[in-house]
């Protein structure tokens, strides 16, 4: 959901269909034009499981990830920044892939959107949910969508395989395919 969401973004996407639908295209020329992928430098906040899919993903588009996480992870290549504000600053693009709770300001990042002070942003998790900032729905250059990312027929059908195997490896007193560990 993070790679459509930024791509979505960047490429004008939704914007470009509205423009198309509500007949601005005849009316009022072309839209306004989206940035290139490729190239650009994406901080990712959280190179956990998703994060690192997340970059898996971004890499194929021709990206350099950059990442910010509490330590930094051994088995990467990617350039670690300690700290999250000088990861921003030295990313075209930030993708946050960390855990839940108040990690930003909400109401101060709808207001910087409000004044053009962030370029665009891809929301699917909201401070509120189901309730999204109102001021958001004007803005062209934000693509908001409901909080299921991981939630599709495949992950549903994968995760009862996972339980049931983990089941039955339980009972044989096998090791269990998959294990939640507490850090």
Known sequence: MAVGLLLDVMRNISASDRFVRDGFWVSKGDVALGSKIGGKRVGIVGLGNIGLE?????????????????????????????????????????????????????????????????????????????HVPKELFALDNVVLSPHHAGLTPECFTALRELVVGNLEAFFSNKPLLFQVENN
């Open 54 to 130: 997340v970059a898996k993903r971004l890499e194929a588009f021709g990206c350099n990830i950059l990442y910010n996480s509490r330590k930094k992870k051994p088995f990467v290549s990617y350039p670690f920044f300690p700290d999250v504000c000088e990861l921003a600053a030295n990313s075209d693009v930030l993708v946050i892939c960390c855990g839940r709770g108040a990690i930003m300001d909400e109401k101060e990042m709808v207001q910087c959107l409000v004044r053009g002070e962030i370029g665009g942003a891809g929301l699917d998790v909201f401070e509120n949910e189901p």
